[in-house]
């Protein structure tokens, strides 16, 4: 923390054990014991970027992958992508339908974890449930066995997928310049079919969920719908050429908060419409619309703060690419009072509708009849020299940027994660969830502090790429500072 | 008995490729017909996909404990399911195994856990920090003597 001269008591939410990729929450009291101000700190990995410099630039599709251990997918996918705009290479239609397949696969498992094991128990289970029912395990509890399984079956047969093309379970290693290493057997092409179908299912079943225990209880509505969890910001989503979102190509494209469009570019154009803003706080740095200017971490029109990851991506787009997503959107908004949605935590409903995107998309692909080809490299003649690559990761744009020189070496990385691109979002969330649920006296209880962390949650933050370590999940603790930074109250959750 | 050896931790982060690196030892030290070795960045889920189908699984992963890097710790597994989840996404590795045993999914009778503490898991690199080096073998020997012993059965 930097010495700022301010009189305010601090409530601090900070790990005592770093086990891995712990997170720390700040709140500031002022004399009248109301919060001035609250704080999202995020750990620090150092050094990525002279760790990639002088290597072969086509080794970092597998290096990006290993920042993190959620969405190496993601990472690889993008690096890929960069790598074809580096070797100036265009890769076959199939490699690219192939390419797309697999990251259909990866998102049907990534939204479905986020749902069932991490955002859904706050609605499922309930925010002032005891945090340790909180949890996939209390989520089943109350849906059943049944659906439990379904789940399950859900994310080991996507998984599966990603497991068919990557090449290397968790890891993949399929993404070459110019395509994709392996295609897919006419066998292969039949499971992940049936996979598609199931996995269609299980998105139906989702809503379902959605419907019976979160649309059909008031109190949560009423919530997702409170301004203490809404924002009235900027919007940015990767978009195809009908304005739908595409988490593999296409441009990007960015609506104001009544949802008109105010830019939409191809994404190597991506530095000429953001700026990172730098506080002394964070490591973090705060992107924002250049043509909007940097104001602080403040909502309005005057403020060049924008969202991504799914809400953003809704409200980016003028409707979904494939038929149960499109019904769904438009349910979704005329729902929540139509478009845009700034309500974050709708972001979990959001994320479902994608979730039934990518399970359809990931039919169509599985039936495209270039599915199969075994024409999926173009081979690079060029010589070598910088690229842009960007995805949507599921918790955003996802932005790779490499400099190589002419023996393909990297000179310069640059990246932009989802997480990077909604760290000023998630400082005015965490901020406005604090201050209108700490009023004097307020004591801070349990449910409290965990409706502070749902405003967070539903941003899906990739806090240091490394969750695989013990216990493999983010300790807080929660401290309360007076206005003379004086500690008076400390809360640990594990 | 089929047993795996699972590394855990990220092979680029310093001191977090130490759970890979001693589990690598450990195969090499102790590993016959019927021992598998995995080395993965994986939490929640995946690891019990990982874990099915052996009788037995030893998991190696790495703590943050500058103050007593090189020491290792043998977890109970009912210690980390009493964990819950406050992450914003993966779940721990307890509350899988409990996730997975509800569900009546195949995971091993037996799961050792070690953790050893490490100096540094957030500087990109490829070596571990050099007293963590040289306690390595160590806890290898450590971790195989627990796996011939009694305290293995229970």
């Known amino acids: 923390m930097t010495e700022a001269k301010v009189e305010t008591r601090r409530i601090s939410i900070d790990p005592i054990t770093r086990l891995e990729g712990h997170g720390r929450i700040e709140i500031f009291l002022n004399d009248e014991g109301d919060v001035e101000n609250a704080y999202f700190q995020v750990p620090e990995l150092r050094g990525f970027e002279k760790f990639c410099e002088g290597r072969p630039v086509e080794t970092l599709p597998v290096i990006t992958a290993r920042i993190c251990g959620v969405c190496p997918e993601a990472h690889h996918m993008c690096s890929t992508k960069a790598l074809d705009a580096v070797f100036k290479v265009e890769p076959p239609s199939a490699a690219k339908k192939l390419r797309e397949l697999l990251y259909s696969a990866f998102y049907v498992a990534d939204h479905a974890t986020h749902f069932y094991a991490l955002g859904g128990p706050d609605f499922v289970v309930g925010p002032d449930a005891p945090a340790a029912e909180r949890n996939i395990v209390g989520v089943i509890g109350k849906v059943g066995m049944e659906i439990g399984g379904q789940v399950l079956n859900a994310l080991a047969a996507t998984h599966e997928v990603v497991a068919m093309l990557g090449g290397k379970y968790i890891h993949p290693t399929c993404g070459l310049p110019g395509g994709i290493s392996k295609g897919l057997t006419e066998e292969e092409r039949a499971k992940v079919e049936e996979i598609a179908k199931a996995a269609i299912e299980f998105g139906k079943l989702t809503i379902k969920i959605v419907d019976d225990v979160v649309l059909a209880n008031k109190d949560y509505v009423d919530l997702i719908l409170s301004d203490t969890f809404a924002h009235q910001t900027y919007y940015m989503g990767l978009v195809d050429e009908n304005n739908h979102p595409n988490f593999y190509d296409g441009q990007l494209r960015v609506v104001d908060q009544q949802g008109k469009e105010v830019a939409k570019f191809p994404p190597s154009q991506y530095l000429d419409y953001i700026g990172e803003h730098v506080e002394p706080w964070s490591y973090l740095k705060f992107p924002f619309l250049k043509q909007v200017g940097w104001n602080g971490l403040t909502d309005g029109p005057s403020s060049g703060i924008y969202r991504v990851a799914p809400l953003a991506r809704l409200n980016a787009a003028d409707g979904m690419a494939t038929p149960l997503a499109q019904a769904e959107y438009e349910r979704f908004y005329s729902t929540l009072g139509g478009k845009p949605v700034h309500a974050t935590l709708a972001t979990h409903w959001a994320r479902v509708v994608e979730l039934v995107y990518a399970a359809e998309r990931l039919l169509e692909l599985s039936q495209d009849p270039e599915i199969t080809s075994t024409n999926i490299r173009t081979i690079p003649t060029e010589t070598p020299g910088e690229g842009v690559g960007v995805v949507e990761a599921p918790r955003g744009v996802l932005i790779h940027h490499y400099w190589a020189d002419e023996n393909a070496l990297a000179k310069k990385v640059n990246l932009i994660v989802g997480t990077g691109h909604n760290n000023g979002a998630i400082a005015m969330s965490i901020n406005k969830a604090a201050k209108g649920l700490i009023k004097k006296g307020t004591v801070v209880s349990e449910g409290l502090l965990n409706t502070i962390e749902m405003a967070f949650r539903a941003y899906d933050p990739c806090l240091a790429c490394a969750t695989h370590s013990l216990p493999g999940q983010m300790p807080l603790i929660v401290s309360i500072y007076d206005s003379q930074r004086n500690l008076i109250q400390s809360l640990r959750r594990d | ?154």
């Open chain 2, 1 to 154: 008995m089929r047993t795996l050896i699972l590394g855990l931790g990220n092979p680029i982060l310093s001191d977090d490729a130490a759970g890979l690196q001693a589990a690598r030892q450990l195969y090499e030290l102790v590993g016959g017909e019927d021992i598998d070795l995995v080395e993965a960045a994986v939490a929640g889920m995946q690891t019990v996909q990982l874990l099915s189908g052996y009788d037995r699984a030893v998991i190696i992963d790495v703590m943050q404990d500058e103050a007593r890097v090189g020491e290792v710790w043998r977890l109970d597994s009912d210690e980390l399911e009493n964990v819950s989840s406050t992450s914003s996404h993966g779940i721990g590795v307890g509350q899988a195994l409990r996730l997975a045993r509800l569900m009546g999914l195949p995971v091993p009778e037996q799961i050792l856990i070690y953790a050893i503490a490490a100096a540094d898991t957030s500087t990109f690199g490829e070596s571990l920090t050099p007293k963590l080096r040289q306690a390595l073998p160590a806890i290898v020997r450590r971790i195989a003597a627990d796996l011939a012993g009694p305290s293995s059965q229970g």
